[in-house]
Each structure stands twice: as C-alpha cells, then as structure tokens.
C-alpha cells in the first residue's frame, strides 16, 4: 500500500506537513504500522518485545501533505539503565508531535504497560487519534469494547481499527492525517523516506536478524554497530560491524556451532541491505564483549539516546 502514483504529480493547493509520533506498549506495532503507511522498511519489526530503541522518522507524502511519522520504543516498567533510556525517549518523542497515535494491540487488549500509558496519556496535551491495531486477530465486538473503554479513560478525536500486517484501515488513516496537519512547507525533499543515515539503518538490520534468531535474554544484552563502511571501485560496498556482548558464553551463543549462527546472521542481513542498497554488499561481522555496554555512555550516543544518569 503506497500512494506513490499520487506523489508523481506535484499536489496543488497549500502543502501541509507535521509530526506524528506512535506511542504504544512494546510489540503494539508501531514500528509495523510506520513501515506500512511509509511504505518502505525504515523501522526494524521483530515479534519480541522491545525491539525498537530509538526514535526512528519515516516519511510519507500523502495527497499534499508530509507526514513525518515518529516510531518510539515500546513504553513499559524500566528495570535496566537501557530500559529508561528508550521510554524516556518513547515520552521525549510525543512531545514534540503535532499528533499523537496511541497504538493498542487489540488482540492483547488495555491491561498492564498499555493501561498505564493510557493513565498517563491523560496529561499529554496534544491531539491523540487511538488505533486499534491487529484486527486481522479479532473480532468485532471485542474492538467496540475496547473503543469503548479506551475513550472512556483519554480523550481521543478519533478511533481508527487497523491491521498494520495486511494493511486494513491505513488508507483510511493517511487520509485523515493528511487533512489534520496544519499547513506549511514540507520538511524534507519528496522522495525521502527516512532520516536514518545508512549505516546506522544496516546496524539495525544486522540486529533485527539476530533478534529472530537468538532466544531468551540474549537479543537485550547485544548491540550493533557499524564500524566501516567502504565503497569499492567495482561498484560493490565492504560494510564491517560489530555486535557487542554482554559475557563471553554470550558471543559462543551469537557465533554458534563452528559459526553457523554468526554466518547466518550475516547472510540475511546482507541480503536485505543488498537489495535496500541495490548494490553487492561484503559483510563483515564480529562479536566483542564489553562487560556492562549498557552503561556506557558512547553506546547510547551511537544508538541516538540520552544516557540517564
Ligand atoms: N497479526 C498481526 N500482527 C502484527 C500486526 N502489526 C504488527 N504485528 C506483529 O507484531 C509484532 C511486533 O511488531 P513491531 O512492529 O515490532 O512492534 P513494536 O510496537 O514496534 O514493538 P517495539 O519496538 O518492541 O516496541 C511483529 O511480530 C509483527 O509482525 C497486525 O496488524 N496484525
Ligand atoms: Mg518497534
């Protein structure tokens, strides 16, 4: 589902353009539903929780409007150092919005991390649109009882049922955003999908493949950055990463049986970097430890986070 006929025309009349950030409890969808009205992978979507980290922008151009979407980490109870980062980021990412999209996973319903974030919804004074997401999953009398109560507890202009997975109810949105948001200028050339510079999107691939393949705890305790980045003459690119560990049993576990993880990790992450790039891609990967990464500050200032003292 894109709009991309429609953009190949100029639009007339006045252009609008604005921010609007996704708020939800992790594996609400946000980072799915940012994709889908984007129309291209800008976010990572695992089916773990917690997978987004920092804010991530996604542009789409709709009718005449620009529309930055701003993908926030899941908002949940923090335990970790890590953990306040990425909600304090999440709350950080609304503040600026012009509107506020509060996801719930429908199929999950309002209890735990999403009750909450209702709860303290209720003091954020921007506009908020609730989006019932997962519909493909139930059915609908379940989904006028949840409008029902979420309306109940915050103020919402409107409630939209979507499925970020098949694509159900997102024209429907984009069609309402691109007529709420207030006239201006657009914030970025027509074609620009993303503010992720390239490199930094390659880490979050290498990342979201490890997420898919690694189990339990593992997936929280590592990191990924890009470390070189080489164009070479025949036309391909050398891109070298390191995934950081937490424990030396850890990186046995990322590296596998005689590298067989490790090695598919790394296959599927150049693919997709490939066929995003158009280009060969060489993928290098390793595996440090580094005791306690997640309090280091130079790892946060990578991903793009505050580091909370
Ligand atoms: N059935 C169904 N699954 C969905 C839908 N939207 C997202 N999912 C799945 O839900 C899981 C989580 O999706 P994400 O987009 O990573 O969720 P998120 O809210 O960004 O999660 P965090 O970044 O961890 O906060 C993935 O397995 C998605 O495929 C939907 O509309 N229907
Ligand atoms: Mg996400």
């Excluded at 979507?45 to 980290?53: A, D, E, I, S, W």
């Amino acid at each position: 589902m894109t709009d991309a006929p429609e953009t190949a025309t100029p639009a007339t009349g006045a252009t609008r353009s604005g921010f609007v950030a996704l708020l939800g409890a992790p594996n609400a969808g946000k980072s799915t539903l940012v994709n889908r009205l984007v129309g291209a992978k800008v976010s990572i979507v695992t089916h773990k929780v917690q997978t987004t980290r920092a804010i991530v922008r996604g542009i789409a151009t709709h009718d005449n409007a620009q529309i930055v979407f701003i993908d926030t980490p899941g908002i949940f109870k923090p335990k970790r150092r890590l953990d306040t980062a990425m909600v304090t980021t999440a709350w950080g990412g609304a503040r600026d919005a012009d509107v506020i999209l509060v996801l719930i996973d429908a199929e999950r319903g309002i209890k735990g991390d999403a009750a909450a974030i209702l709860e303290r919804l209720k003091d954020v004074r921007q506009p908020k649109v609730l989006i019932l997401n997962k519909v493909d999953r139930v059915d609908p009398e379940k989904l006028l009882k949840l409008t029902a109560t979420a309306n109940e507890a915050v103020e919402f202009e409107r409630t939209f049922m979507v499925s970020a997975l098949t694509g159900s109810g997102c024209k429907d949105l984009l069609d309402f955003l691109a007529k709420r948001l207030p006239e201006g200028p657009w914030y970025y050339p027509e074609d620009q999908i993303s503010d992720l510079p390239m490199r930094q999107l390659a880490a979050e691939i290498t990342r979201e493949k490890l997420y898919l393949r690694l189990h339990q705890e593992l997936p929280y305790s590592s990191h990924v950055e890009t470390e070189k980045w080489e164009e070479l003459p025949n036309g391909s690119v050398r891109i070298e990463q390191v995934i950081f560990v937490e424990r030396d049993s850890q990186k046995k576990i990322v590296l596998g049986h005689k590298g067989e993880t490790i090695r598919a990790i790394g296959q599927a992450s150049r693919m997709e970097i490939a066929g995003i790039l158009e280009q060969k891609v060489h993928l290098f990967l390793f595996v440090k430890v580094r005791e306690n990464w997640g309090d280091d500050p130079e790892r946060y200032r990578e991903m793009g986070l505050d580091f909370p003292h």
